[in-house]
T-cell receptor, first 111, second 112 residues
């Protein structure tokens, strides 16, 4: 079982739509990262959130870290085909700094 | 380009052969990590180094797998007597001791 559960597993939408993907855990993390990965490539860091309740914006992407530092969400406004990819969340465990990944949400944005 | 680099990007081998992958981390980073990723899954932790010391190994890292970082800079991951189940993307990442991990492009291994 994954320490981090991501939902939905797959998401296919039309260009211009909004979407939210979720990353949930029963563990508390000292930080949480969101990565985007394209086929055949390594994950590319989008954002790191550290403080409970923190909200970070990166152009059309809004990231939120839960108050209890156990969950996070990624909201994309007006999705574009270039947003297509695998979105991974990863949490740094508080006790040992180990990084654990979710299985990802595979997003497809159709033109 | 000062990011994490990995070599080769792709490797096709026959079952039973040995393979070795190389990772060059971001130069200021003293931590280096190896992960394995299979289709439809997120990266799974294999092992990590702080400088030249290997500090943790996952139970996924069987006796056929060995990793080294002899001078605290680049690292190698060797798989002996490869099996078809070893086919995966092998990812390397580097970081400061408590910082965000930055990934390389990965080495895709196919065992025939």
């Amino acid at each position: 079982t994954q320490l981090l559960e991501q939902s939905p597993q797959f998401l296919s939408i039309q260009e211009g739509e909004n979407l939210t993907v979720y990353c949930n855990s029963s563990s508390v993390f000292s930080s949480l990262q969101w990565y985007r990965q394209e086929p055949g490539e390594g994950p590319v860091l989008l954002v790191t959130v550290v403080t409970g309740g923190e909200v970070k914006k990166l152009k059309r992407l809004t990231f939120q870290f839960g108050d209890a530092r156990k969950d996070s969400s990624l909201h994309i406004t007006a999705a574009q085909p270039g947003d297509t990819g695998l979105y991974l969340c990863a949490g740094e465990e508080r006790n040992n700094n180990d990084m654990r990944f979710g299985a990802g949400t595979r997003l497809t944005v159709k033109p | 380009d000062t990011g994490v680099s990995q070599d080769p990007r792709h490797k096709i081998t026959k079952r039973g052969q040995n393979v070795t992958f190389r990772c060059d981390p971001i130069s200021e980073h003293n931590r280096l990590y190896w992960y394995r990723q299979t289709l439809g899954q997120g990266p799974e932790f294999l092992t990590y180094f702080q400088n030249e010391a290997q500090l943790e190994k996952s139970r996924l890292l069987s006796d056929r797998f060995s990793a080294e970082r002899p001078k605290g800079s680049f690292s190698t991951l060797e798989i002996q007597r490869t099996e078809q189940g070893d086919s995966a993307m092998y990812l390397c990442a580097s970081s400061y001791p408590t910082g965000t991990q930055y990934f390389g492009p990965g080495t895709r291994l196919t065992v025939l």
